[in-house]
């Protein structure tokens, strides 16, 4: 997870768009003296996390429980909202924006021009990958990150060692350095290997990893989807990352050739 399209925040002020971008804001890139000095805690990650969500979810499109986009999501997820000892919790934002991303907190958030591209088994895929980051504790890291962004407002807040109480502006631009922050290409493999895993225990077709990359591939040629900023930039080398997910198969008996792979011409979400 990179970045993806960001509207104006002006002093916290948020405007939000139906069916629009996801409006996160701005923010000034601040390093924080105190950060060596900082006790952040798995307990820190997840109250932080929460409150970042619960920002995002006020300020953005949010799916109903009757919209299709809700029930496809449920439909799929609905048996992994206790997965590998997380306790998770799925919602659509309905942003142009081509994303998904998760939370310390157990949070899942889809976009719904994901879904618009993604068959059911490679919407297993990329959240599947997106779980791992949490399992595997990158989150952790991110927020971390962001907190220090948007509490290194002043000294006090910078030098001490324990998580402070954040105001709803520090929230909107720690939500926004969250969603800003990139994984290491060590995480983004090892939530690979994640995924391909989850995929596989579940009994789902782990060749769906691999075309769910190629999709990301061909969106990141800029001429399909040339009005978005692509997913592809928080999973860069998609298509390396694909032929990875093919020799995996191939290893384990479980390849099937998918043929070419392409960006479908409709919304796959009815």
Same mark, same amino acid.
């Given at each position: 997870?990179?970045?993806?399209? !960001?509207?104006?925040?002006?002093?916290?002020?948020?405007?939000?768009? /139906? %069916?629009?971008?996801?409006?996160?804001?701005?923010?000034?890139?601040?390093?924080?003296?105190?950060?060596?000095?900082?006790?952040?805690?798995?307990?820190?990650?997840?109250?932080?996390?929460?409150?970042?969500?619960?920002?995002?979810?006020? @300020?953005?499109?949010?799916?109903?429980?009757?919209?299709?986009?809700?029930?496809?999501?449920?439909?799929?997820? %609905?048996?992994?909202?206790?997965?590998?000892?997380?306790?998770?919790?799925? +919602?659509?934002?309905?942003?142009?924006?081509? @994303?998904?991303?998760?939370?310390?907190?157990?949070?899942?958030?889809?976009?719904?021009?994901?879904?618009?591209?993604?068959?059911?088994?490679?919407?297993?895929?990329?959240?599947?990958?997106?779980?791992?980051?949490?399992?595997?504790?990158?989150?952790?890291?991110?927020? *971390?990150?962001?907190?220090?962004?948007?509490?290194?407002?002043?000294?006090?807040?910078?030098?001490?060692?324990?998580?402070?109480?954040? @105001?709803?502006?520090?929230?909107?631009?720690?939500?926004?350095?969250?969603?800003?922050?990139?994984?290491?290409?060590?995480?983004?493999?090892?939530?690979?290997?994640?995924?391909?895993?989850?995929? *596989?225990? @579940?009994?789902?077709?782990?060749?769906?990893?691999?075309?769910?990359?190629? +999709?990301?591939?061909?969106?990141?040629?800029?001429?399909? /989807?040339? %009005?978005?900023?692509?997913?592809?930039?928080?999973?860069?080398?998609?298509?390396?990352?694909? /032929?990875?997910?093919?020799?995996?198969?191939? +290893?384990? %008996?479980?390849?099937?050739?998918?043929?070419?792979?392409?960006?479908?011409?409709? +919304? !796959?979400?009815?």
């Amino acid at each position: 997870m990179k970045r993806i399209v !960001l509207s104006v925040c002006l002093l916290g002020a948020v405007h939000v768009f /139906q %069916g629009q971008k996801i409006s996160l804001g701005k923010i000034t890139d601040v390093a924080s003296k105190g950060a060596k000095a900082l006790t952040f805690t798995n307990e820190d990650a997840v109250k932080l996390s929460k409150e970042s969500v619960e920002w995002m979810d006020k @300020n953005n499109p949010v799916a109903g429980p009757k919209d299709p986009y809700t029930i496809r999501l449920n439909k799929l997820f %609905g048996k992994h909202k206790s997965q590998d000892g997380l306790n998770l919790n799925y +919602k659509v934002y309905k942003v142009k924006d081509i @994303n998904a991303f998760a939370c310390a907190d157990g949070s899942v958030r889809v976009f719904s021009s994901l879904m618009d591209i993604m068959t059911d088994d490679e919407l297993l895929a990329v959240i599947g990958h997106e779980i791992g980051h949490v399992k595997n504790q990158d989150t952790k890291d991110a927020i *971390k990150s962001a907190y220090l962004k948007a509490a290194a407002l002043d000294a006090a807040s910078s030098a001490s060692s324990a998580v402070a109480t954040l @105001n709803d502006s520090q929230i909107g631009k720690m939500a926004n350095a969250f969603m800003d922050a990139s994984h290491s290409k060590k995480q983004e493999s090892e939530a690979d290997v994640y995924s391909y895993d989850f995929m *596989k225990t @579940n009994k789902y077709n782990v060749v769906a990893e691999y075309t769910a990359f190629k +999709k990301l591939a061909l969106l990141s040629e800029g001429s399909t /989807q040339s %009005g978005f900023q692509k997913m592809f930039n928080s999973h860069p080398d998609s298509e390396k990352r694909a /032929q990875n997910i093919k020799k995996r198969a191939e +290893k384990d %008996g479980l390849w099937k050739d998918p043929g070419t792979v392409t960006l479908p011409t409709t +919304k !796959l979400t009815k």
